[in-house]
Structures are given as C-alpha cells and as structure tokens.
C-alpha cells in the first residue's frame, strides 16, 4: 500500500496539478482514453478528485485494494446519498445530468442498516425464484427476432440494433412488463445513464413504473414485480417502483455494454476469433475480460464517509460522495501480478460486499446465450469498420460503445418474413404518440416482438 508521502503533491502534468482544478470525468476525451486518465489520477493516490459534471465533485477510488476496503465497510461508509453535505447545502446544480444517477431512492442500492436489509432480502428472494430454463428459452426467442430484423441485409450495428435491446426485450417479459409501459422504460432508461434529458427521461421512467407497479397489483403474475409485491417485506408502491429502477436500470444498461464489449473482443482480437469464432476462446472469457478491463459500469458504487476519516493516507471528509472505480481498480498496476492467480470472477465490476450485485448470475447466463446465437446464427460476422474507427459514450458512470458495424453473408429467413426494423425510441415515444401526426405510433420493439412472437 503506498504511503501518504508518496501523494502530498500531484506530479507536473497530471490534470488536477498547481490550480487544484478535478479531473473531468465527462466528455469526448475521457471516453476515448479512460486509463490515461486514470493512469494519472493514481499519482494522487488510492483515491482522487474528479468532477462528475459540473459543478459536481467527488473522490475516486482507483486503487482495488482501497475500493474493497471501502465496499465491504457499511458501517464506515455509508450509502444513502441523504448524506450529501454539499447537496444539502446548495453547493450542486440540482439540473445537473448526473443526478439522476445519484439521487437518494428507497431501494437496497441506496439504503443502509435495517432498510437495507429488508429491501435486499426483498431482491434476492425474489430473484432466487427464476427458472434458469425459463430464461434461457426466452433469450433464445428474443435473440432470434432481432437478428431476423437484419440478417437479410448482411449488415448491422451490433449495439444499436442488438445488444441495447435484447437484455430490455428479456426483462419486459421477466418482470411482467406490457409493450406500452416498456417501450416508455427504454427512453427513461436511456436518458438517466447518458444525462441526454434527464429530468424527462426520470420523470418518464418514474410515471411507467408507476403504471406496471397498478397493473400487478391489480393482476400479479408469474413475474418478478409480482413476487416483489408477495414478499414479506411488504413493499409501498413507491419502495416498489425504486426496486424495479434498481433491477431493470442496473441490469439493462450495463448488460448492453457488457453484450456489445464481448461481442467487440470476438470480432477484433484474435485470441477469440482466431480466424474461426470456435477456434477461439469462449463467451465466457470473453465476458470476463470485459468484466476486468473494460466493466460496463466504469465509475459508480457511491459512498459517503460517516465521519472525518483517512484510507490508504487519503483525507475524506465526512458526508463526501466517494466513488468506486472498477476500471481502474481492476487494472490497478500493483494488482499486475496477482491476477496471474485470482480467479477469473475476482474482479470488482459486481461490486462487493453487502452491495454486491444479486443479479450477477442471471446477466452473465443472458450475455452468454445472446453472444453465442448471434455467433452461431451468423457464423462469419465480422466487424464492418476499422476497429481504431469504434468510438465510445460520453459519461462518467459506463463504458459503452456508440456502434459496432457488423457484416455477414446475407441469410435469408424462411416461413417468417422479418419486419421492418423499429423506429428508435424517443421523445414521441414517450406519450405513445407520434409528433408531428398526433397518431398512435405503432412501431417498437416490444410491441413489434410480441407480434413477431404470436406469428
């Protein structure tokens, strides 16, 4: 561990040297070199300060022996971002695009002690109660109709017209959702992670949830949002809905980084290709070398000190939001030789600790499954641009690709026509409604699978 001697002064160069200016976490330049930035906010120490966006400041954790030290001391550091002395103080925009993601809700992510307990006991349950069998099968069904969408045209953008929407397409169903409430959760979804909007988008992703959260309660089903509601726990409506933010939001937008990151390292590098996808190394380490390198949540896991307290030699002062990177903890430089021994799964993209993530299991189990028939569906894809040409979201909190052009021999599709591909979802989504018509808009992914389905 390093001494606090080591850090008393930012080398010259680093970004936060002489004026005392954070380190910008947000825009073109940080996403398209994050360790470089982390690799220069280690000469600070274990942690660093940084500016989520403006005006919003924090530390960051970028060393992974600190960042476990802080994940697996609740009592020390706490979660619940009420906490937030300078938010409570009128020190943070509060139009600010980051709050969204930091704002206190009453789930399990952002409770500590008694409430947290009973809220995680809630998830867990009710996540323990799905049939593994049953996702697989729908995986299957759903990855079967979005590659339908684009497997006749012997080309396609991986993320914008498969992996942002298979992991939603397969929660819509895990959770009881119905086309009109979740081709509005795709616009909220959206819009909280890239703080495109944000306030609609919360607002938006708040109203369907509502929406699903009456219907279940009128007709529960065989869905997670109705064991949630069966629980001894006895959730509110509104602790309801801040779960369901928690296990759609934290698992859809990650696993579509997580699909689409894969999915990058099978087409580009060749220890997976090897000119031949299954002459190559498995999904599986695949996944796993996205998890360690390139996590899809990059920055998050935040924290605020108790008390006044010092870690590794660095001051943080009491009610500070403290954030995790697992980027650049899982490639901390003096973990470089001991990863040669860890297991695979020691890395820190689910967390750790009584924060750790429930759904770990059923993510990895879709990504697999997803990856593996598009590779077996089409089984010469390839990346369709120069891979140095792929560039990568804005945005503090993930990494994630902007597009992963594809191209394949053409297949065609028989006994079921594919449909036409989807309109995005945007803002005439939101009221159902098409802008400048006024009329019903009819084309989603949802909806338009379920039809598929049925066909």
């Known amino acids: 561990m390093h001494s606090h001697s080591e850090f008393e002064t930012p080398p010259p160069g680093c970004p936060a040297h002489a004026d005392g200016r954070r380190t910008s976490l947000y825009g073109p330049e940080f996403a398209a070199d994050p360790h470089a ?73 952002f409770s500590d002690g008694s409430d947290h307990l009973r809220l995680r006991q809630a998830v867990t349950d009710s996540l323990a109660r799905l049939d593994m069998h049953r996702v697989g099968r729908h995986v299957d069904r759903v990855a079967k109709y979005l590659i339908e969408q684009f497997s006749g045209h012997g080309k396609a953008d991986l993320v914008a017209d498969y992996a942002r929407w298979l992991p939603l397409l397969v929660f819509n169903d895990l959770f009881g959702c119905p086309a009109e409430i979740g081709d509005r959760l795709v616009f909220g979804f959206s819009g909280i992670f890239d703080g495109i909007d944000a306030e609609k988008a919360n607002e938006t992703l708040t109203e369907s949830l509502l929406e699903l959260v009456a219907l279940k309660r009128a007709h529960p089903g065989d869905d997670v949002t109705s064991w949630l509601m069966q629980h001894p726990s006895q959730l509110s409506d509104e602790e309801m809905i801040h779960q369901l933010v928690m296990l759609i939001g934290a698992g859809a937008e990650p696993m579509q980084n997580l699909i689409s990151s894969a999915l990058r390292l099978m087409l580009c590098d060749e220890r997976y290709a090897g000119g031949q996808h299954s002459a190559g190394l498995p999904v599986d380490d695949a996944l796993h070398d996205v998890l360690w390198n390139s996590p899809p949540i990059a920055n998050y896991a935040t924290h605020y000190p108790v008390q006044d307290v010092e870690v590794s030699g660095s001051k943080l002062p009491a009610g500070s939001p403290v954030l995790i990177s697992f980027a650049s903890a899982n490639t901390d430089p003096g973990l470089s030789v001991g990863r040669q021994t860890l297991s695979k799964r020691a890395h820190l993209a689910w967390g750790a600790g009584p924060h750790a993530c429930p759904a770990k299991d059923p993510a990895l189990l879709i990504s697999v499954l997803a990856i593996e ?83």
């Open 37 to 109: 930035v982390y690799e220069q906010l280690r000469q600070h120490g274990p942690t660093a300060p940084v500016e989520l966006s403006p005006g919003v400041e924090a530390e960051l954790v970028t060393d992974y022996a600190t960042a476990l030290q802080i994940l697996q001391n609740p009592d020390a550091f706490a979660r619940d971002p009420r906490r937030w002395r300078a938010l409570n103080e009128g020190r943070v925009p509060l139009d600010s695009p980051v709050l969204p993601m930091l704002m206190y809700r009453p789930n399990s992510m």
């Open 373 to 455: 028939k598009l590779l077996n569906t089409l089984p010469d894809i390839e990346l369709g641009v120069p891979e140095e040409s792929l560039t990568w979201r804005p945005g503090p909190f993930h990494r994630a690709l902007n597009s992963l052009p594809a191209r394949f021999t053409p297949v065609r599709v028989e006994g079921r026509p594919a449909g036409p591909m989807p309109a995005p979802v945007g803002a005439g989504a939101i009221a159902g409604q098409d802008q400048t018509s006024g009329k019903s808009r009819k084309s989603s992914w949802w909806s338009g699978f379920l039809s598929w389905w049925k066909m």
